[in-house]
């Protein structure tokens, strides 16, 4: 497999408009698609394999739901508060490496991912396009971030990890 750059170690360029929160939101929307359209034709002893202590793809994509959850959810609130610095991310992922994503169906986990972020993209889309332009700190960042750039550095996380759910597709033993 290629060197990918650590998601921890990555920095981003947020010069593109705000009016670009629609195509974002989109990006956003087809998320639980992609992942269902990755993972639904995989056997289940592949989707749950972790190599090397990593995580397994069915556990990557409970993360997406959890982050959802936990992180992005909350985020918007901090924006909506007005908030000059958003909450931090547990970098540890202890929400993910507790939550036992393995042990329950791909259909569950699939059902989650999707309804979770359709909540999300539901209270995108009521915003005011105002709304995309404030700005709040990034705490790893270090960076003000406009709440259209979250919506960005979120599709990306997404994209990672759907990134690497193809490299273990890919990597794994014919079967």
């Known amino acids: 497999m290629p060197a990918r750059i650590a998601w921890g170690e990555r920095r981003f360029d947020f010069t593109f408009p705000v009016d670009f929160y629609p195509e974002l939101i989109e990006r956003l929307r087809g998320?639980?698609?992609?992942?269902?359209?990755?993972?639904?034709?995989?056997?289940?002893?592949?989707?749950?394999?972790?190599?090397?202590?990593?995580?397994?793809?069915q556990e990557h994509a409970g993360h997406l739901a959890d982050l959802d959850?936990?992180?992005?959810?909350?985020?918007?609130?901090?924006?909506?508060?007005?908030?000059?610095?958003?909450?931090?991310?547990?970098?540890?992922?202890?929400?993910?490496?507790?939550?036992?994503?393995?042990?329950?169906?791909?259909?569950?986990?699939?059902?989650?991912?999707r309804t979770v972020r359709a909540?999300?993209?539901?209270?995108?889309?009521?915003?005011?396009?105002?709304?995309?332009s404030r700005i709040a700190e990034h705490p790893r960042l270090r960076a003000p971030m406009r709440a259209v750039?979250?919506?960005?550095?979120?599709?990306?996380?997404?994209?990672?990890?759907?990134a690497r759910i193809t490299e273990l597709i890919r990597a794994a033993p014919a079967g």
Request: charged residues 30%; negative net charge; aromatic residues 8%.
């Open 31 to 57: 998320t639980p698609a992609r992942l269902a359209d990755r993972l639904r034709s995989q056997p289940p002893d592949r989707v749950n394999r972790r190599a090397g202590g990593k995580w397994s793809m």
């Open 149 to 162: 750039d979250m919506l960005f550095f979120q599709a990306e996380h997404d994209d990672y990890h759907l």
């Open 69 to 113: 959850l936990i992180l992005f959810l909350p985020r918007l609130d901090d924006y909506e508060a007005g908030l000059k610095l958003l909450r931090a991310a547990d970098m540890d992922n202890a929400a993910t490496e507790q939550a036992q994503h393995n042990a329950r169906p791909l259909a569950d986990v699939l059902a989650q991912a």
């Open 119 to 132: 909540s999300v993209v539901d209270r995108l889309e009521r915003y005011e396009a105002a709304f995309f």
